[in-house]
């Protein structure tokens, strides 16, 4: 199946600083999701990114897939306490299954 | 209050025995999906059904088995033939035709 790497495993940061978390495949992909876990909690769809060099935003939160669609990042703004958790990529295969990348997990400093 | 549910939240079981998990959406999706989560690791896809009475393995099915015989269940059974059966385990559910998936608060698994 698909592969999809994400960097970096992990990252802290003090509050009010940026974060990105990047996702790379050696291969072209049809369109890559954005999931965001809470410790202890479940993953939650955050956005998915279709079009070539999209770029989408949701308040601090800027998403964009790469012009060849073989990679893709996500941008935090100033982040905040409420930011914590852990960020993963996910690409679709050909009967709809998710892989997932590693993940990315965040820690906000106050 | 539609939504995923997975039940219980916690679960001990001795190593050995099998046991069940048990995920039921009332979404009306037809398509579910089994993951496996270790600590500080991403989510693998253990099985995935698409429509009732049809299922297909994922990257990791071995020691595990699954039953679709109603649109809103998708039961995992662990069995004494997975190795390493302790892990957080999440349910997933999506409308046919959309990659989004909605997941379950998950099952924390643990083989004593």
């Known amino acids: 199946g698909q592969q999809v790497m994400q960097i970096p495993q992990y990252q802290h940061v003090q509050e009010g600083e940026d974060f990105t978390t990047y996702c790379n495949s050696s291969?072209?992909?049809?369109?890559i999701q954005w999931y965001k876990q809470r410790p202890g909690g479940h993953p939650v769809f955050l956005i998915q990114?279709?079009?070539?060099?999209e770029v989408k935003k949701q308040k601090r939160l800027t998403f964009q897939f790469g012009e060849a669609k073989k990679n893709s990042s996500l941008h935090i703004t100033a982040t905040q306490t409420t930011d914590v958790g852990t960020y993963f990529c996910?690409?679709?295969?050909?009967?709809?299954?998710?892989?997932f990348g590693s993940g990315t997990q965040l820690t906000v400093l106050p | 209050d539609g939504g995923i549910t997975q039940s219980p939240k916690y679960l001990f079981r001795k190593e050995g025995q099998n046991v069940t998990l048990s995920c039921e959406q009332n979404?009306?999706?037809?398509?579910m999906y089994w993951y496996r989560q270790d600590p500080g690791q991403g989510l693998r896809l253990i099985y995935y059904?698409?429509?009732?009475?049809?299922?297909q393995k994922g990257d990791i099915a071995e020691g595990y088995s699954v039953s679709r015989e109603k649109k809103e269940s998708f039961p995992l059974t662990v069995t004494s033939a997975q190795k390493n059966p302790t892990a957080f385990y999440l349910c997933?559910?999506?409308?046919?035709?959309?990659?989004?998936?909605?997941f379950g608060p998950g099952t924390r698994l643990t083989v004593l």
């Open positions: 996910a690409v679709t295969g050909s009967a709809r299954q998710l892989t």
């Open positions: 997933a559910s999506s409308i046919s035709g959309s990659d989004t998936q909605y």
């Open positions: 059904s698409q429509i009732v009475n049809d299922f």
């Open positions: 990114l279709v079009k070539s060099g």
């Open positions: 979404l009306n999706h037809d398509a």
């Open positions: 291969t072209t992909l049809s369109n």
